[in-house]
């Protein structure tokens, strides 16, 4: 299983930025898979996960109505797109993937709790 974020950088407050996780070495439609951000001295936060196969979404309240996952199976890939962005969205964000098809309130737990598959990470700074 390989997870690979690009996508990130420097931008204003109120800006967007949009997040991509390109995954390989597994069926994409088999896999649920999660954006989730951490910065030095805080826990990490899940911020969006998606189960394709079972058509759910979570947001969490941090970034609902903010920001936007989707997947484009055709590349296996998903996306994170983060529209009026704040300083408190500075952070290091990561892909994750774990197997399952996952009902929303399933969904929502996996988000909160991580996954079993990690990227390396891309860097989201948010200047005020």
């Known amino acids: 299983v390989q997870l690979v974020e690009s996508g990130g950088g420097l931008v204003q407050a109120g800006g967007s930025l949009r997040l991509s996780c390109a995954t390989s070495?597994?069926?994409?439609?088999?896999?649920?898979i999660g954006w989730f951000r951490q910065t030095p001295g805080k826990e990490r936060e899940g911020v969006s996960c998606i189960s394709s196969s079972a058509g759910t979404t979570y947001y969490s309240d941090s970034v609902m109505d903010r920001f936007t996952i989707s997947s484009d199976n055709a590349k296996n890939t998903v996306y994170l797109q983060m529209n009026s962005l704040k300083p408190e969205d500075t952070a290091e964000y990561y892909c994750?993937?774990?197997?399952?098809?996952?009902?929303?309130?399933?969904?929502?737990?996996?988000?909160?709790?991580?996954?079993?598959?990690w990227g390396k990470g891309t860097l989201v700074t948010v200047s005020s």
């Open positions: 994750a993937a774990t197997r399952g098809s996952f009902s929303r309130i399933v969904l929502n737990w996996r988000c909160r709790r991580g996954m079993d598959y």
């Open positions: 070495g597994f069926t994409f439609d088999d896999y649920a």
